[in-house]
């Protein structure tokens, strides 16, 4: 049996350096956002033959400066075109010059993205990360209201929560380096990727905590709390690694292979998954014993 609670202070030490880097780039460079959320235009075009080329449009459009210029290929011989811009008179120069290459392409239509909707929108997606987080602390605490001994049923709760703020912040952080030296951009699918990143990470901490109960309900109360907590971490652990790796794999295809649309959206649920993976071995069930050692050496 691994001694991993033994190996607390490492996993301290490394998830320290990794969360105080992600804040530091997103207080330096901070986050690249997209038309989602900065306000912009939509335009889809179809095409009388097969789709072009992406670098023959980018080419066609390269007079334009436009800033967040992304292409996307949908079915239907069409072409979906997004920039950060509201103008009129840019959209009518965008539309002319994709005609001038391709006479016989026709604009299926047109949406407006306007920046203060744009910021209405990040702000909810805000609060819906901020909420969903407090109603996985509340639930955790709820459930494990029976085993309130040594470790008071909140501190399950909080543990999950500071786990799972880490698994966000380390994987925002890391898309915050890619938007400054790749100019990766982030909107609504990131935010999709955070929630997921939530449920998946919970989850597996739940399976953690839920296993320490059990042994807590089954153990004498001389058996010492760090014991119980290795042991179900021991139990647990290679059921853990195994659903990670299938997730990991899984993820790994579609970033590969799954296309602009998605890749993005591929790699941050790749990151949060790691990160989540290694948080509820080494980091939620930590807090819960250097909670339980530093209560014991209050009461000396």
Known sequence: M??????????????????IASILSLLVWGLKYDIDFTGGTRMVVKFAQETPAKDEVIDALKGFDLKSLTLQGIEGNSMVIRYASEDDKLNSDVWQAVVTKYPEATQSSVDFFNSSVSGELKSKSVNALILAILAIMAYIAWAFRKVSHPVESWKYG??????????VLITTGFFSFLGHFYGVEIGIPFIAALLTILGFSVHDTIVVYDRTRENLLRSSHKTPFPEVVNQSLNETLVRSINTSLTVIITLLAIYLFGGVAIKYFALALLVGVTFGTYSSIFIATALLVTSYELTIKYKK
């Open 2 to 19: 691994f001694n991993i609670i033994s190996k607390t202070k490492y996993a301290y030490i490394f998830s320290g350096i990794v969360s």
């Open 158 to 167: 909080a543990g999950a929560v500071i786990a799972l703020v880490h698994d």
